[in-house]
Nanobody, 122 residues
Framework: QVQLVESGGGLVQAGGSLRLSCVAS????????MGWFRQAPGKERYFVAS????????VYADSVKGRFTISRDNAKNTVYLQMNSLKPDDTAVYYC???????????????WGQGTQVTVSS
């Protein structure tokens, strides 16, 4: 079992920045692809970013490319999402996920965090 706990969400003005963290416990995350999804009220959960096990290649949704950066520190069992130039459309609950199968996380990921709220005011 892997437990994921997100933190770092909050209220920020448009154009601002936030850094989300996801700390894993139970097993080392080096064996998992890690990623972030987000879900706005009344909408489905959408992929945001993912990073491979070796902290190499990262993949991003088109809507966040150039603004968000995912990174991981396997020694700290932690994955981060640096979010810059935030927009009101980025408002959502952000979920961390760990996936043991593919090179990137999908909605079928093995483990999910409880989510952290990000609200961007205009």
């Amino acid at each position: 079992q892997v437990q994921l706990v997100e933190s770092g969400g909050g209220l920020v003005q448009a154009g601002g920045s936030l850094r989300l963290s996801c700390v894993a416990s139970g097993r080392t995350v080096s064996n998992y692809a890690m990623g972030w999804f987000r879900q706005a009220p009344g909408k489905e959960r959408y992929f945001v970013a993912s990073i491979k096990r070796s902290a190499g290649t990262a993949v991003y949704a088109d809507s966040v490319k150039g603004r968000f950066t995912i990174s991981r520190d396997n020694a700290k069992n932690t994955v981060y999402l640096q979010m810059n130039s935030l927009k009101p459309d980025d408002t959502a609950v952000y979920y961390c996920a760990a996936d043991s199968r593919g090179p990137i996380v999908t909605t079928a990921a093995d483990y999910w965090g409880q989510g952290t709220q990000v609200t961007v005011s205009s």
